[in-house]
């Protein structure tokens, strides 16, 4: 099984590294933001893309932009599924995996305790599976699925 997992960078990084040890059992690759900081949980197996602010003027712009560098990320590796902890820039890629049918698993941030993420908001209608890691979060997302921290 070949897994993409998707975060965007600082804690929501921070917690898919977690995952670390899922990933070195499959083949998997990471895809995250280009910062300042050195991603290295992941090695040579690393996506880069552009990290993007809903405020910024261009911002749609630079997120259609983001769904071709999706699409371009996902047809060349051909993941069987993706898991993601958020937030904006691992969007496309998830729609991008739902239109190929791609299995997809998403994971609220543990920083939100009981109010969802608009990452959360969109992904709840999409994932296939949908994880909080509080159970308060069960109140907000009904149909998710409590797994606990991942930290």
């Not at 590294?17 to 899922?22: A, E, N, Q, S, V």
């Not at 261009?58 to 047809?75: E, S």
Request: charged content about 25%; aromatic content about 12%.
């Amino acid at each position: 099984m070949k897994i993409c997992f998707a975060a965007s960078s600082g804690g929501h990084l921070e917690e898919i590294t977690c995952l670390r040890p899922i990933a070195m059992e499959h083949d998997s690759f990471l895809v995250t933001e280009k910062t300042n900081q050195e991603t290295t949980a992941w090695g040579e197996d690393t996506y880069y893309l552009r990290q993007i602010n809903r405020k910024e003027p261009l911002f749609i712009f630079h997120f259609i932009v983001l769904f071709f560098k999706a699409m371009k990320i996902i047809k060349k590796e051909n993941p069987d599924c993706i898991i993601s902890t958020g937030a904006l820039v691992t969007y496309p890629l998830c729609v991008v995996c739902k239109l190929k049918k791609k299995k997809i698993i998403y994971i609220e941030s543990f920083a939100r305790v009981d109010e969802g993420s608009l990452t959360g908001k969109l992904m709840y209608k999409i994932a296939d599976l949908f994880l909080v890691q509080w159970e308060e979060m069960l109140e907000v997302f009904p149909k998710a699925t409590y797994s606990g921290g991942i930290f």
